[in-house]
């Protein structure tokens, strides 16, 4: 029996909540499909699909969804589980559509370039069955009309690879001189449309770690000198920071009172993977992050504006007095 895509649309939502902290209730699961789905969804409806991924042997996703009658609450078992983990289905390629008209808009980045061919084949076909069934252009996307530096990607994530040191001229903003750089590169990292490098600086006597912008870089190239080991761990340099620059201090709590409209937006989207729902009310949501506050973190803060209102720590309430407090002086 084919899978009904609505049902599937379902799952997918129930199992994107379901990973994500802090485990929700049952009201929580049936807010979260029908703000997703613009629809109303019963809760006959949910509890029916927690059920159908438990046991469903059509479906074999087998999830290990536990309820805890204390608090209420529904949550994997297993912390790594998903049901996207699992085969594809006949009715799942579909989706499949979807993610090529994502791949082809990317094709000429180089380091994917030497699928070009591939990806045209196959973007090709999903463009005329798109076309046939008159869904063209749907679904657009921002993004900027060229990634400066993009031509960097290739040599930097083939050096990684391989742990072979990198030399390459610097300029940083502001400055009108470029400096060289011997750089053990350790992993990119993606943030607001601009690539980044994270690497060990083998120039200094000590082991420095810096982030370059690609944007900023020129006369990439790998040496013939290698690396043994990474001096920090990929997963967990960034496990504390919101944007690209990491500090020397502590990852501090921060609590943050959003009124209803904003909050909705942080709830759907959370500003960092640390995030907890401490209350939601019709007046306001608050939210506890555990979070280094860096310069990005504030920029942040500033565009959510009066929707805003930082709780503590008092150190980052002064900050964000004191922007906006300069920003009034401009005008």
């Given at each position: 029996m084919p899978l009904n895509h609505d049902a599937f649309s379902r799952y997918r939502i129930i199992d994107?909540?379901?990973?994500?902290?802090?485990?929700?209730?049952?009201?929580?699961l049936i807010n979260c499909v029908n703000e997703a789905l613009d629809t109303v969804i019963s809760k006959r409806t949910?509890?029916?699909?927690?059920?159908?991924?438990?046991?469903?042997?059509?479906?074999?996703?087998?999830?290990?969804?536990k309820y805890n009658r204390k608090e209420k609450r529904y949550s994997y078992e297993r912390e790594n589980y998903s049901i996207s983990n699992l085969p594809v289905t006949a009715d799942e390629l579909h989706g499949l559509e979807f993610a090529i008209s994502i791949l082809d808009q990317f094709k000429q980045l180089p380091a994917i370039k030497e699928f070009e061919e591939a990806i045209i084949k196959i973007a090709t076909t999903v463009k005329i069955n798109k076309e046939t069934r008159g869904e063209n252009n749907f679904i657009q996307f921002d993004r900027p009309v060229s990634y400066v530096g993009i031509e960097n990607v290739e040599p930097i994530v083939r050096a990684i690879r391989e742990k072979r040191i990198i030399e390459f001229s610097y300029q940083t903003f502001g400055s009108t001189s470029t400096k060289q750089h011997l750089i053990e590169?350790?992993?990119?990292r993606e943030?607001?449309?601009?690539?980044?490098?994270?690497?060990?600086?083998?120039?200094?006597?000590?082991h420095k770690i810096l982030t370059f912008g690609f944007d900023r870089m020129s006369d990439v190239k790998i040496t013939d000198s290698f690396?043994?080991?990474?001096?920090?761990?990929?997963?967990?340099?960034?496990?504390?920071?919101?944007?690209?620059?990491?500090?020397?201090?502590?990852?501090?709590?921060v609590v943050l009172s959003f009124n209803p409209i904003q909050g909705k937006y942080i709830l759907t989207q959370p500003i960092h993977?640390?995030?907890?729902?401490?209350?939601?009310?019709?007046?306001?949501?608050?939210?506890?992050?555990?979070?280094?506050?860096?310069?990005?973190?504030?920029?942040?803060?500033?565009?959510?504006?009066?929707?805003?209102?930082?709780?503590?720590?008092?150190?980052?309430?002064?900050?964000?007095?004191?922007?906006?407090?300069?920003?009034?002086?401009?005008?």
């Open positions: 994107d909540r379901l990973r994500r902290k802090p485990s929700p209730t049952l009201s929580q949910i509890q029916l699909d927690l059920q159908e991924m438990r046991f469903s042997q059509s479906l074999k996703f087998e999830a290990p969804i590169p350790y992993f990119v943030f607001k449309s601009r690539f980044y490098l994270i690497g060990n600086s083998v120039s200094k006597s000590e690396f043994t080991e990474r001096k920090i761990d990929n997963k967990k340099f960034y496990e504390h920071v919101y944007g690209i620059t990491v500090g020397q201090g502590k990852a501090e709590v993977s640390s995030q907890k729902v401490l209350k939601e009310t019709k007046e306001e949501v608050k939210i506890e992050l555990t979070i280094q506050i860096n310069l990005e973190f504030v920029m942040q803060l500033l565009s959510y504006g009066a929707n805003v209102k930082v709780v503590k720590p008092k150190s980052l309430i002064e900050t964000i007095k004191t922007e906006f407090g300069k920003a009034i002086l401009q005008y």
